[in-house]
DNA sequence: CATGAATGAGGCTTCATTCAT
DNA sequence: CATGAATGAAGCCTCATTCAT
């Protein structure tokens, strides 16, 4: 069910797939300097040293490739998980948090990218990306809740949607307020979040 | 703050006032359908029963537009921090987490709206778009925190970019979790809110 | 119910049907000279002395260009039978079989049309086409039975399938055998339909 | 005769053949599908299990493959003559009406093919095609009056004349009034050609 | 004030054909 | 023999903007 079209079961020479992640790699720097529907599928040709025809035996559509480099942007998110789960429970709240601040603090936090909203616009209209952004945010839910279970703190799932809301809300304030970003994540969502998580009440 | 082309010396005419009023109205739902990108000049125009040639008239520019429109936008935002001024301060926190709720739960939280990402999007490339963003967000924490200040609340700019964000990340929550939506603002926000607003202690 | 776009009825400003038959015109040459596919709309709109864009400000889509073409084509085949229904009942066989015996000879026969098989092929893919053809077939079947009954002939519509069948024959036969297209039609054709009209039998 | 490439001096090899075959049906198959200028050699290669280089080898152009097309589907136009040519001649007018019906009915008479209109469309454009056509056309003639004149059929080469116009003007019939053609074909050509082919007057 | 005619560039996509492997 | 990578032109269509009326 792959977005990007040929992928010969198997094969997928390793040269179809070095062609397919630079066109993927220029899509994804096209699309953020000038935004999906900015952005032309010459520019992107043009950026990964290809012809449009040549590209287009790659991508089967700029939409698939909207698609796709959501995909992947997405996929990078999944993955700065893993980096959580590998914190041991016990001290683990502490742990937890400073290891979420530290991943704020370098721009690197769950939501954030330049694609970010560019992505969240998209899915309000193609019903598709936004099935992709609503499967990925399952994923990561599922997953997050469980690291706070396992760090034994009490209605994992309602503390992960919290927190999701705040990381989601960080990047819009960035722009919003760009002075205070810094600040207001070491001085206010540090502590927060340390409080949401060591709370054991039941709210 | 003269965007909009003509602004006749003095007073623009009433009729002038009205024709552009139907313009921002048409285009706002156009640009809510298919993004600033995906909207045609054309289709506003239709929109508005009105020909292009004339459209062009009261609006310089496609890029004029679209920042009038998000004016326009942010405009109401601030116009929905009235309701919490008129609070009287004493109960207040109670009542302001009352009207919250209620605001949100109306799906008219402060930063929502469709061409929420849109305008995010756009801020990112276009420095014109980010600033009147920064602007208009920098009078609402004004506001927002002297409304705090005034009940009490300690530490009222901290207080305020925290609520800021969390409501900032709503929308986006909604978009990647939508059967929780309702769910997450009663069972969670609306209490940590209260507790964020009424906690006395220093952080 | 036009195919044409726009048609704003009542109107149609004399400049606008101008330009949508000066359009019309440079289709069907061109059409006639590349057939519908090999034809660009560059090629129709240089040949009407236009711009692309504005060419299709008249013009809904290449696909209704042809379709318009069409019924064009097909509205003046329907005209040449206006002049055999003058002919007066009585002698009407001969002035008939006279009738249609010149205008096959000047190459209007009633299907005859540089297009005619550029039309029928399209007939064979597109519904929408094939839908109009037989709709126009329909009327001039309606209209050449009649005036075969007028004219005393028994079984007109018989008589009219199979006359059409043996007009719809000859433009295919002259691409065949183009030598022998007069020879045929003045030797043969127009004595068998002289026997064909004249036949008092049932068959 | 040799528009396809390679004609291996004195004999093609088998495999060459077979493959060549297979492109040919594929292409049949195609351009019935979507017409000669709408089917690309992409999908004339996909339908033959074929790469389009590859497709390359056993074809010149894609001109060539046209008129090739054309000529397989000509040729088998002609051998349907073989059938009626075993007919013995005495009551052979009576068989051969029988013949040439059944053939009819079962929508194989001598012009019928998807490809039939889009050829004729193609030979007002291509003087080749129109050269192939009016070669196979002659053949055919030459063939069908002489089996009339066996049957002691008068004229024979008018009656051919007469009967290959009429079995062109089918199809058209047919797209044109498709409810009809069945009826038409039994209650009206039948007889009209029984008429045409045992009437011993001069006309 | 108001229309909509007019433009030309640019966007997405497809295609016939060639060539390196 | 066989693949499919690669190209560049061309096709259809849309759009922001201007201008004559």
């Known amino acids: 069910m792959d977005q990007i079209q040929g992928d010969a079961p198997g094969k997928l020479s390793a040269k179809r797939a070095e062609r397919l992640e630079r066109i993927l790699n220029a899509a994804e720097q096209c699309f953020a300097e000038s ?77 954030r990218t330049v694609l970010n909203f560019e992505t969240l616009a998209e899915a309000q209209r193609n019903p598709k990306v936004a099935e992709v952004l609503q499967e990925f945010d399952g994923r990561m839910r599922l997953r997050f809740s469980e690291i706070l279970r396992r760090s034994g703190v009490p209605h994992p799932e309602q503390k ?9 809300g960080l990047p819009a304030r960035a722009l919003r307020h760009p002075e205070q970003e810094r600040t207001i994540i070491t001085d206010t969502i540090v502590p927060v979040m340390r409080r949401i998580l060591s709370d054991r009440t039941t709210d």
Chains 1, 2, 3, 4 share one sequence.
């Open 35 to 111: 935004g999906f529907h900015g952005a032309s599928i010459g520019s992107i040709a043009k950026a990964c040293g290809m012809s449009v025809g040549h590209l287009y035996h790659y991508v089967e559509n700029k939409e698939a490739l909207i698609e796709e480099v959501i995909r992947r942007e997405l996929g990078r998110h999944m993955q700065r998980l893993t980096e959580l789960e590998s914190a041991e429970p016990g001290d683990l709240v502490d742990e937890l948090v400073a290891k979420v601040a530290e991943t704020i603090l370098h721009e690197t936090d769950l939501f």
């Open 160 to 168: 992960t949607e919290l927190i999701f809301t705040i990381f989601g």
